[in-house]
């Protein structure tokens, strides 16, 4: 285990906690911590908004640059805030701390920088790009001489970190999921906290369950798979026939279990399966504590707190009072569009949120949002009750497409870039509603009993159980009707408004008197939060992204989001369940008292199984700890192992190489099948990789890449050198892969082609361009 740097790493992070929670406390004054929490992702984007415009020209002097950027703004906001409250301070370090070991442990018990499960040669090729790139745009791994055609911001965020340490690159990949995954932990923790402390809840309460939800649980599957196995056989078989359930995995006994199977429940039929098997569950529906423990280092991780960061700018300006225009102003014109910048080139499937957030927040907030214009127009605007929604609504809208407009501008040099033509189509395969409990019961359950409590309330209980029961009427009809999407979150969504817009509910009619939990508002920002995931999972069960795979993707990339936001949102939920809600009647109040307590035990030891399991089966199968990434090569690839570390170590610079193409998932040498690896482990970027290259830009290009690639290895001389000058071609790659894919050879007798390193198993060549 290599102590040194993981030490190394946390002094970083901890620094980089202290000095962006010094910048915080000017964005979020309000928050119980003064934002000390949000101190890593505002740092973060500090620093990589720096680097990423100052690196068109340089990226080292970009990333010190960031850092003088960095500490000035700290100190400016320290000479005019104070300093960071060093209680504030050694919470959310304790918290950082905790997430950042316990993710370090489980990393180093399975480090492989592997292609098969998931997309870490992607990942890693691309920040080892980053490492060796002198400047951006970044050129494309897989596609030399191109611009990289994906996202990258977050390995440029890790790129940062990891020249700033002066890491190597295998042991910076796993060190930076660590480091994403408790920014993760830290910001949720720090923005519950916060939001329940604004209610008068109980703020570590609120903010330590959030943190389980967000770091820890998983979805019902799991769980429902497990009281399948105890059920008798034939009753075992009956539910999970009625469920949509295989009997098998751990329906079949806890030996049977395996980590993958949650995040593989929605079984979807849409889309061109020509590559696929029909019926195949390929919608991906991941949690954090899967994600990280499958361990890629991917987009839709590392953006989960640039989205909080968000997030909290969002609830800073719910709790701004329309007095403090300008500063409302700075909040939604200035900060947020900034982090919508790193976020469109972080995940670009989680740029559009930002907008929703605002318009959410602006709609509902309680300052007026007319009074955000010049005195004169906001005073025209503002016009009786019966058109205030309308005006609200517009306000937010005209917010959202301000603030989308600006991030487009901090990211501009990414959109000039190359981009991948996708369409937008709708009415895919819709979800049952035994998938959607599955996937988002454990937030599901506790806002609908919220939303029936905050009902209570405002109209009396039995009008509430009235309600309660045509909203579980409409949802078992609209699963009939195969929206059951529809039926399970159209009541979250209108509850969640008529209560955020309501700021006299809960005064007049509950027999207790209201106590002081958010001013007059029922609800607080927590509803924004349940507006934004309702809203999302509906949206991805009607539109999505048109790919051969269905919408596999677009339900990917957008369960993450919901899960990050419903999981801030139910810390404080569950909390005021517990603490708040007290019906009429004694005998009421005790039920209620004792039945939500139990609520919260279930939810907590159910969302729990699956960790106790993958993680016991996780430890099991380990072997010796390591960060290192490419530990493995020597035992699994020793043939290859050494010629790629001597690309690694010896080759300066991004010179272009060629390897076997097309590639894949898997790196077999027996059957020709290499995964780009001398490409995708060193970022030295090959003349045609992956196959998802054919995605990112056309299928033709790529296949005209490949074609020209076995020309290189295989073809008549003039051709060979026409094709190593064309694609500037300065070294050679033959190892298991390209001998069994291409059989005899023949680059090697063109004159100009020279041995660089030859061993056991790989002979590397080198072309010298004023020779051929």
């Not at 970083?12 to 119980?32: D, I, M, N, Q, S």
């Not at 058109?387 to 501008?409: D, K, N, P, S, T």
């Not at 069960?541 to 949102?569: D, P, S």
């Amino acid at each position: 285990m290599e102590y040194g740097v993981l030490a190394l790493w946390l002094a970083c992070y901890l620094l980089l906690l202290y000095a962006g929670g010094t910048v915080a406390t000017a964005l979020f004054p309000r928050f119980a911590d003064r934002g000390v929490s949000l101190g890593v992702p505002v740092a973060v984007s500090v620093l990589w908004l720096v680097t990423y415009f100052v690196g068109r020209l340089t990226l080292t002097v970009g990333v010190w640059l960031g850092v003088a950027v960095l500490a000035v703004s700290a100190a400016v906001a320290a000479r005019s805030n104070g300093a960071v409250d060093s209680r504030a301070y050694a919470e959310a370090a304790g918290v950082f701390a905790l997430a950042f070991l316990f993710l370090v442990w489980v990393r180093a018990l399975d480090p492989a920088i592997v292609p098969l499960g998931g997309e870490k040669f992607l990942d890693f090729g691309l920040l080892q790009s980053l490492l060796r790139a002198d400047s951006l745009p970044l050129e494309d791994v897989w596609f030399a001489g191109e611009p990289v055609a994906y996202y990258y911001g977050g390995h440029l965020a890790a790129a940062i970190l990891t020249r700033l340490t002066g890491t190597a690159g295998q042991y910076a990949y796993n060190l930076a999921l660590a480091g994403f995954y408790a920014t993760l932990v830290t910001a949720a923790y720090g923005l519950a906290g916060a939001v329940a402390s604004d209610r008068g809840l109980p703020r570590r309460l609120a903010a330590g369950l959030t943190a389980f939800f967000v770091g820890f649980a998983s979805n019902l599957s799991t769980p429902a798979r497990f009281v399948i196995w105890l059920l008798p056989d034939g009753l075992g078989q009956t539910v999970a026939t009625r469920a949509g359930y295989e009997l098998e995995g751990l329906a079949t006994g806890p030996d049977s279990f395996s980590y993958w199977d949650a995040s593989r429940v929605i079984d979807d039929t849409a889309g061109d399966f020509a590559t696929y098997e029909p019926g195949a569950a390929l919608v991906i529906d991941e949690f954090p504590l899967f994600a990280w423990l499958n361990g890629d280092l991917h987009a839709h991780m590392m953006s989960t707190g640039f989205l909080l960061l968000a997030a909290a700018l969002c609830f800073s300006y719910y709790q701004t009072p329309a007095s403090e225009r300008w500063r409302r102003l700075a909040l939604l014109f200035g900060a947020l569009p900034a982090v919508g910048g790193v976020m469109a080139v972080t995940n670009t499937w989680s740029f559009p949120s930002i907008g929703g957030l605002a318009l959410l927040t602006v709609t509902v907030a309680p300052a007026d949002p007319t009074t955000l214009l010049p005195r004169g127009l906001g005073r025209k605007l503002r016009v009786d009750s019966a058109g205030q929604e309308g005006v609200r609504i517009g306000m937010g809208l005209a917010v959202a497409v301000g603030v989308l407009a600006l991030g487009l501008l901090w990211s501009l040099p990414f959109w000039l870039g190359p981009a991948s033509g996708r369409e937008i189509a709708v009415l895919p395969d819709r979800t049952s509603l035994f998938e959607l409990l599955a996937v988002h019961g454990v937030f599901v359950v506790p806002f609908w009993l919220y939303l029936y409590a905050q009902t209570g309330r405002a109209v009396g209980w039995e009008s509430a159980r009235i309600v309660g029961l045509l909203a579980v009427a409409g949802a078992a009809l609209a699963a009939t009707l195969d929206v059951a999407a529809v039926g399970l979150l159209l009541p979250l969504l209108v509850g969640a408004w008529l209560f955020a817009r309501s700021p006299t509910i809960g005064r007049t009619v509950d027999a207790v008197p209201a106590v002081a939990d958010g001013g007059d508002r029922p609800v607080g920002f927590e509803a924004v939060l349940i507006l934004a995931g309702a809203g999302l999972v509906l949206l991805v069960e009607f539109v999505f992204v048109r790919e051969n795979i269905g919408r596999m993707n677009t339900v990917f990339k957008t369960y993450m989001q919901v899960w990050v936001l419903w999981g801030v949102a139910v810390g404080p939920v569950l909390v005021w369940l517990v603490t708040r809600w007290r019906p009429s009647g004694e005998r009421a109040r005790t039920w209620t008292r004792t039945g939500t307590r139990a609520l919260v035990v279930l939810l907590v030891c159910s969302a729990s199984l699956y960790g106790a399991f993958a993680l016991s089966n996780h430890v099991e199968s380990a072997d010796d700890p390591t960060l290192d990434g490419l530990a493995y090569l020597d035992d699994e690839h020793p043939a290859e192992a050494e010629a790629i570390r001597w690309l690694d170590a010896t080759v300066d610079g991004r010179p272009n190489i060629v390897t076997a193409a097309p590639a894949g998932y898997h790196w077999n040498p027996a059957e020709g099948e290499g995964a780009s690896a001398p490409a995708s482990l060193t970022g030295i970027p090959t003349v045609a990789g992956w196959h998802h290259e054919a995605q990112y830009r056309n299928a033709t290009v790529y296949d005209e890449r490949v074609a020209d690639v076995e020309t290189i290895y295989t073809g008549e001389a003039t051709a060979q050198r026409r094709l190593l000058r064309e694609y500037d071609v300065r070294y050679v790659y033959v190892g298991p892969v390209e001998r069994e894919r291409y059989g005899e050879i023949t680059v090697d007798r063109v004159g100009g082609v020279t041995v660089a390193k030859r061993t056991d198993g790989v002979t590397i060549y080198r072309v010298h361009p004023e020779q051929l």
